[in-house]
């Protein structure tokens, strides 16, 4: 067996790494507009998308697998999805949305994470209710696109980025991830205010697919 050459571990996910960027520049061109109102819509789509990302992969990845993730419907006929998979590409892995998060979140000092426990208490009692998918913000800010609302920007920026660069399904989350770690770096906004509207998007989007 062949050894891995030495520059195998710096190739590895370098598609995703690749659109992170260009996922990180095209929401700031969707969502021109005044600087904190702008980091605060960037954020939102990003964990949103995020959240879709992992759903996507999930499904993807047990295509053949019927039982593998949990569904549920509301009153409305809207399907709702469970997962370990889900699970472990939001918030387990040690390349998930929560831990890239996390990890860009430990050069600041005074920042806090989210409860993501209370987040997905909160999204599991509003499932089938208006309330369902909308953020609870920080105090003062607001947001240019709800998240059921980003969730239709998946399937363009799928095709012109993921498909584009050839980003491997399983990679999927860790782009979108990446990006978040780039919109972080830019200091527009408090870094616990921007990690807790990540979080507040992106588990409720991953429960639920882009119609």
Excluded at 96 to 116: F, G, H, I, N, R
Excluded at 163 to 172: A, K
Excluded at 197 to 202: F, G, S, W
């Amino acid at each position: 067996m062949n050894a891995p050459s030495p520059s195998a571990g710096k190739a590895a996910h370098i598609a995703a790494k690749i659109a992170a960027i260009e996922i990180y520049e095209n929401l700031n061109a969707i969502l021109h507009e005044e600087k904190s109102a702008q980091a605060a819509s960037a954020f939102a789509a990003l964990g949103s998308l995020a959240g879709q990302a992992c759903l996507q992969e999930a499904l993807f990845l047990h295509a053949d697998k019927s039982d593998a993730l949990i569904t549920v419907s509301d009153v409305a006929g809207r399907h709702y999805y469970y997962g370990e998979t889900i699970d472990r590409l939001l918030l387990q892995d040690r390349l998930s949305v929560w831990s890239l998060l996390a990890t860009a979140m430990q050069k600041y000092e005074d920042a806090a994470l989210p409860d993501t426990e209370a987040i997905r208490y909160h999204v599991t009692q509003t499932i089938g209710a208006p309330l369902f998918g909308i953020p609870r913000l920080p105090l003062g800010l607001r947001i240019r696109m709800a998240p059921l609302e980003c969730l239709q920007l998946w399937q363009p920026l799928k095709a012109g980025v993921l498909d584009r660069l050839h980003v491997p399904p399983q990679d999927w989350h860790l782009a979108y991830g990446l990006a978040i770690q780039k919109m972080l770096a830019q200091d527009a906004l408090p870094p616990t205010q921007a990690a807790l509207i990540v979080m507040e998007c992106a588990i409720p989007m991953s429960k639920i697919l882009n119609t």
